[in-house]
């Protein structure tokens, strides 16, 4: 989906709930193997964060973070 969106990036799974009124509660998140985010808890500014610090092989610039974190959260929002 971001390929056909020119956005060429490499893809980590993470669960990003859509509903702000959803109330995560994650036991053992130490094992959790999967990041999770919410938009109830400021999980736009998250997201970016992970972004930013997922061991690539190659630095993300801003711009790249940017456009990403806009594309998923603008799919959250339709």
Known sequence: MLNNH???A???G???FVNDRANLNITNLRTCP???FNTSEDGGADLRTFIK???Y???MTN??????TDF???KAES
């Open 63 to 68: 711009g790249e973070i940017e456009r990403i």
């Open 34 to 36: 999967v990041w999770v």
């Open 72 to 74: 998923i959260l603008s």
């Open 10 to 12: 490499w893809v980590q």
């Open 53 to 55: 610090n997922v061991d």
């Open 57 to 59: 092989d190659y630095t």
């Open 14 to 16: 993470v669960v990003f």
């Open 6 to 8: 020119g956005i060429n």
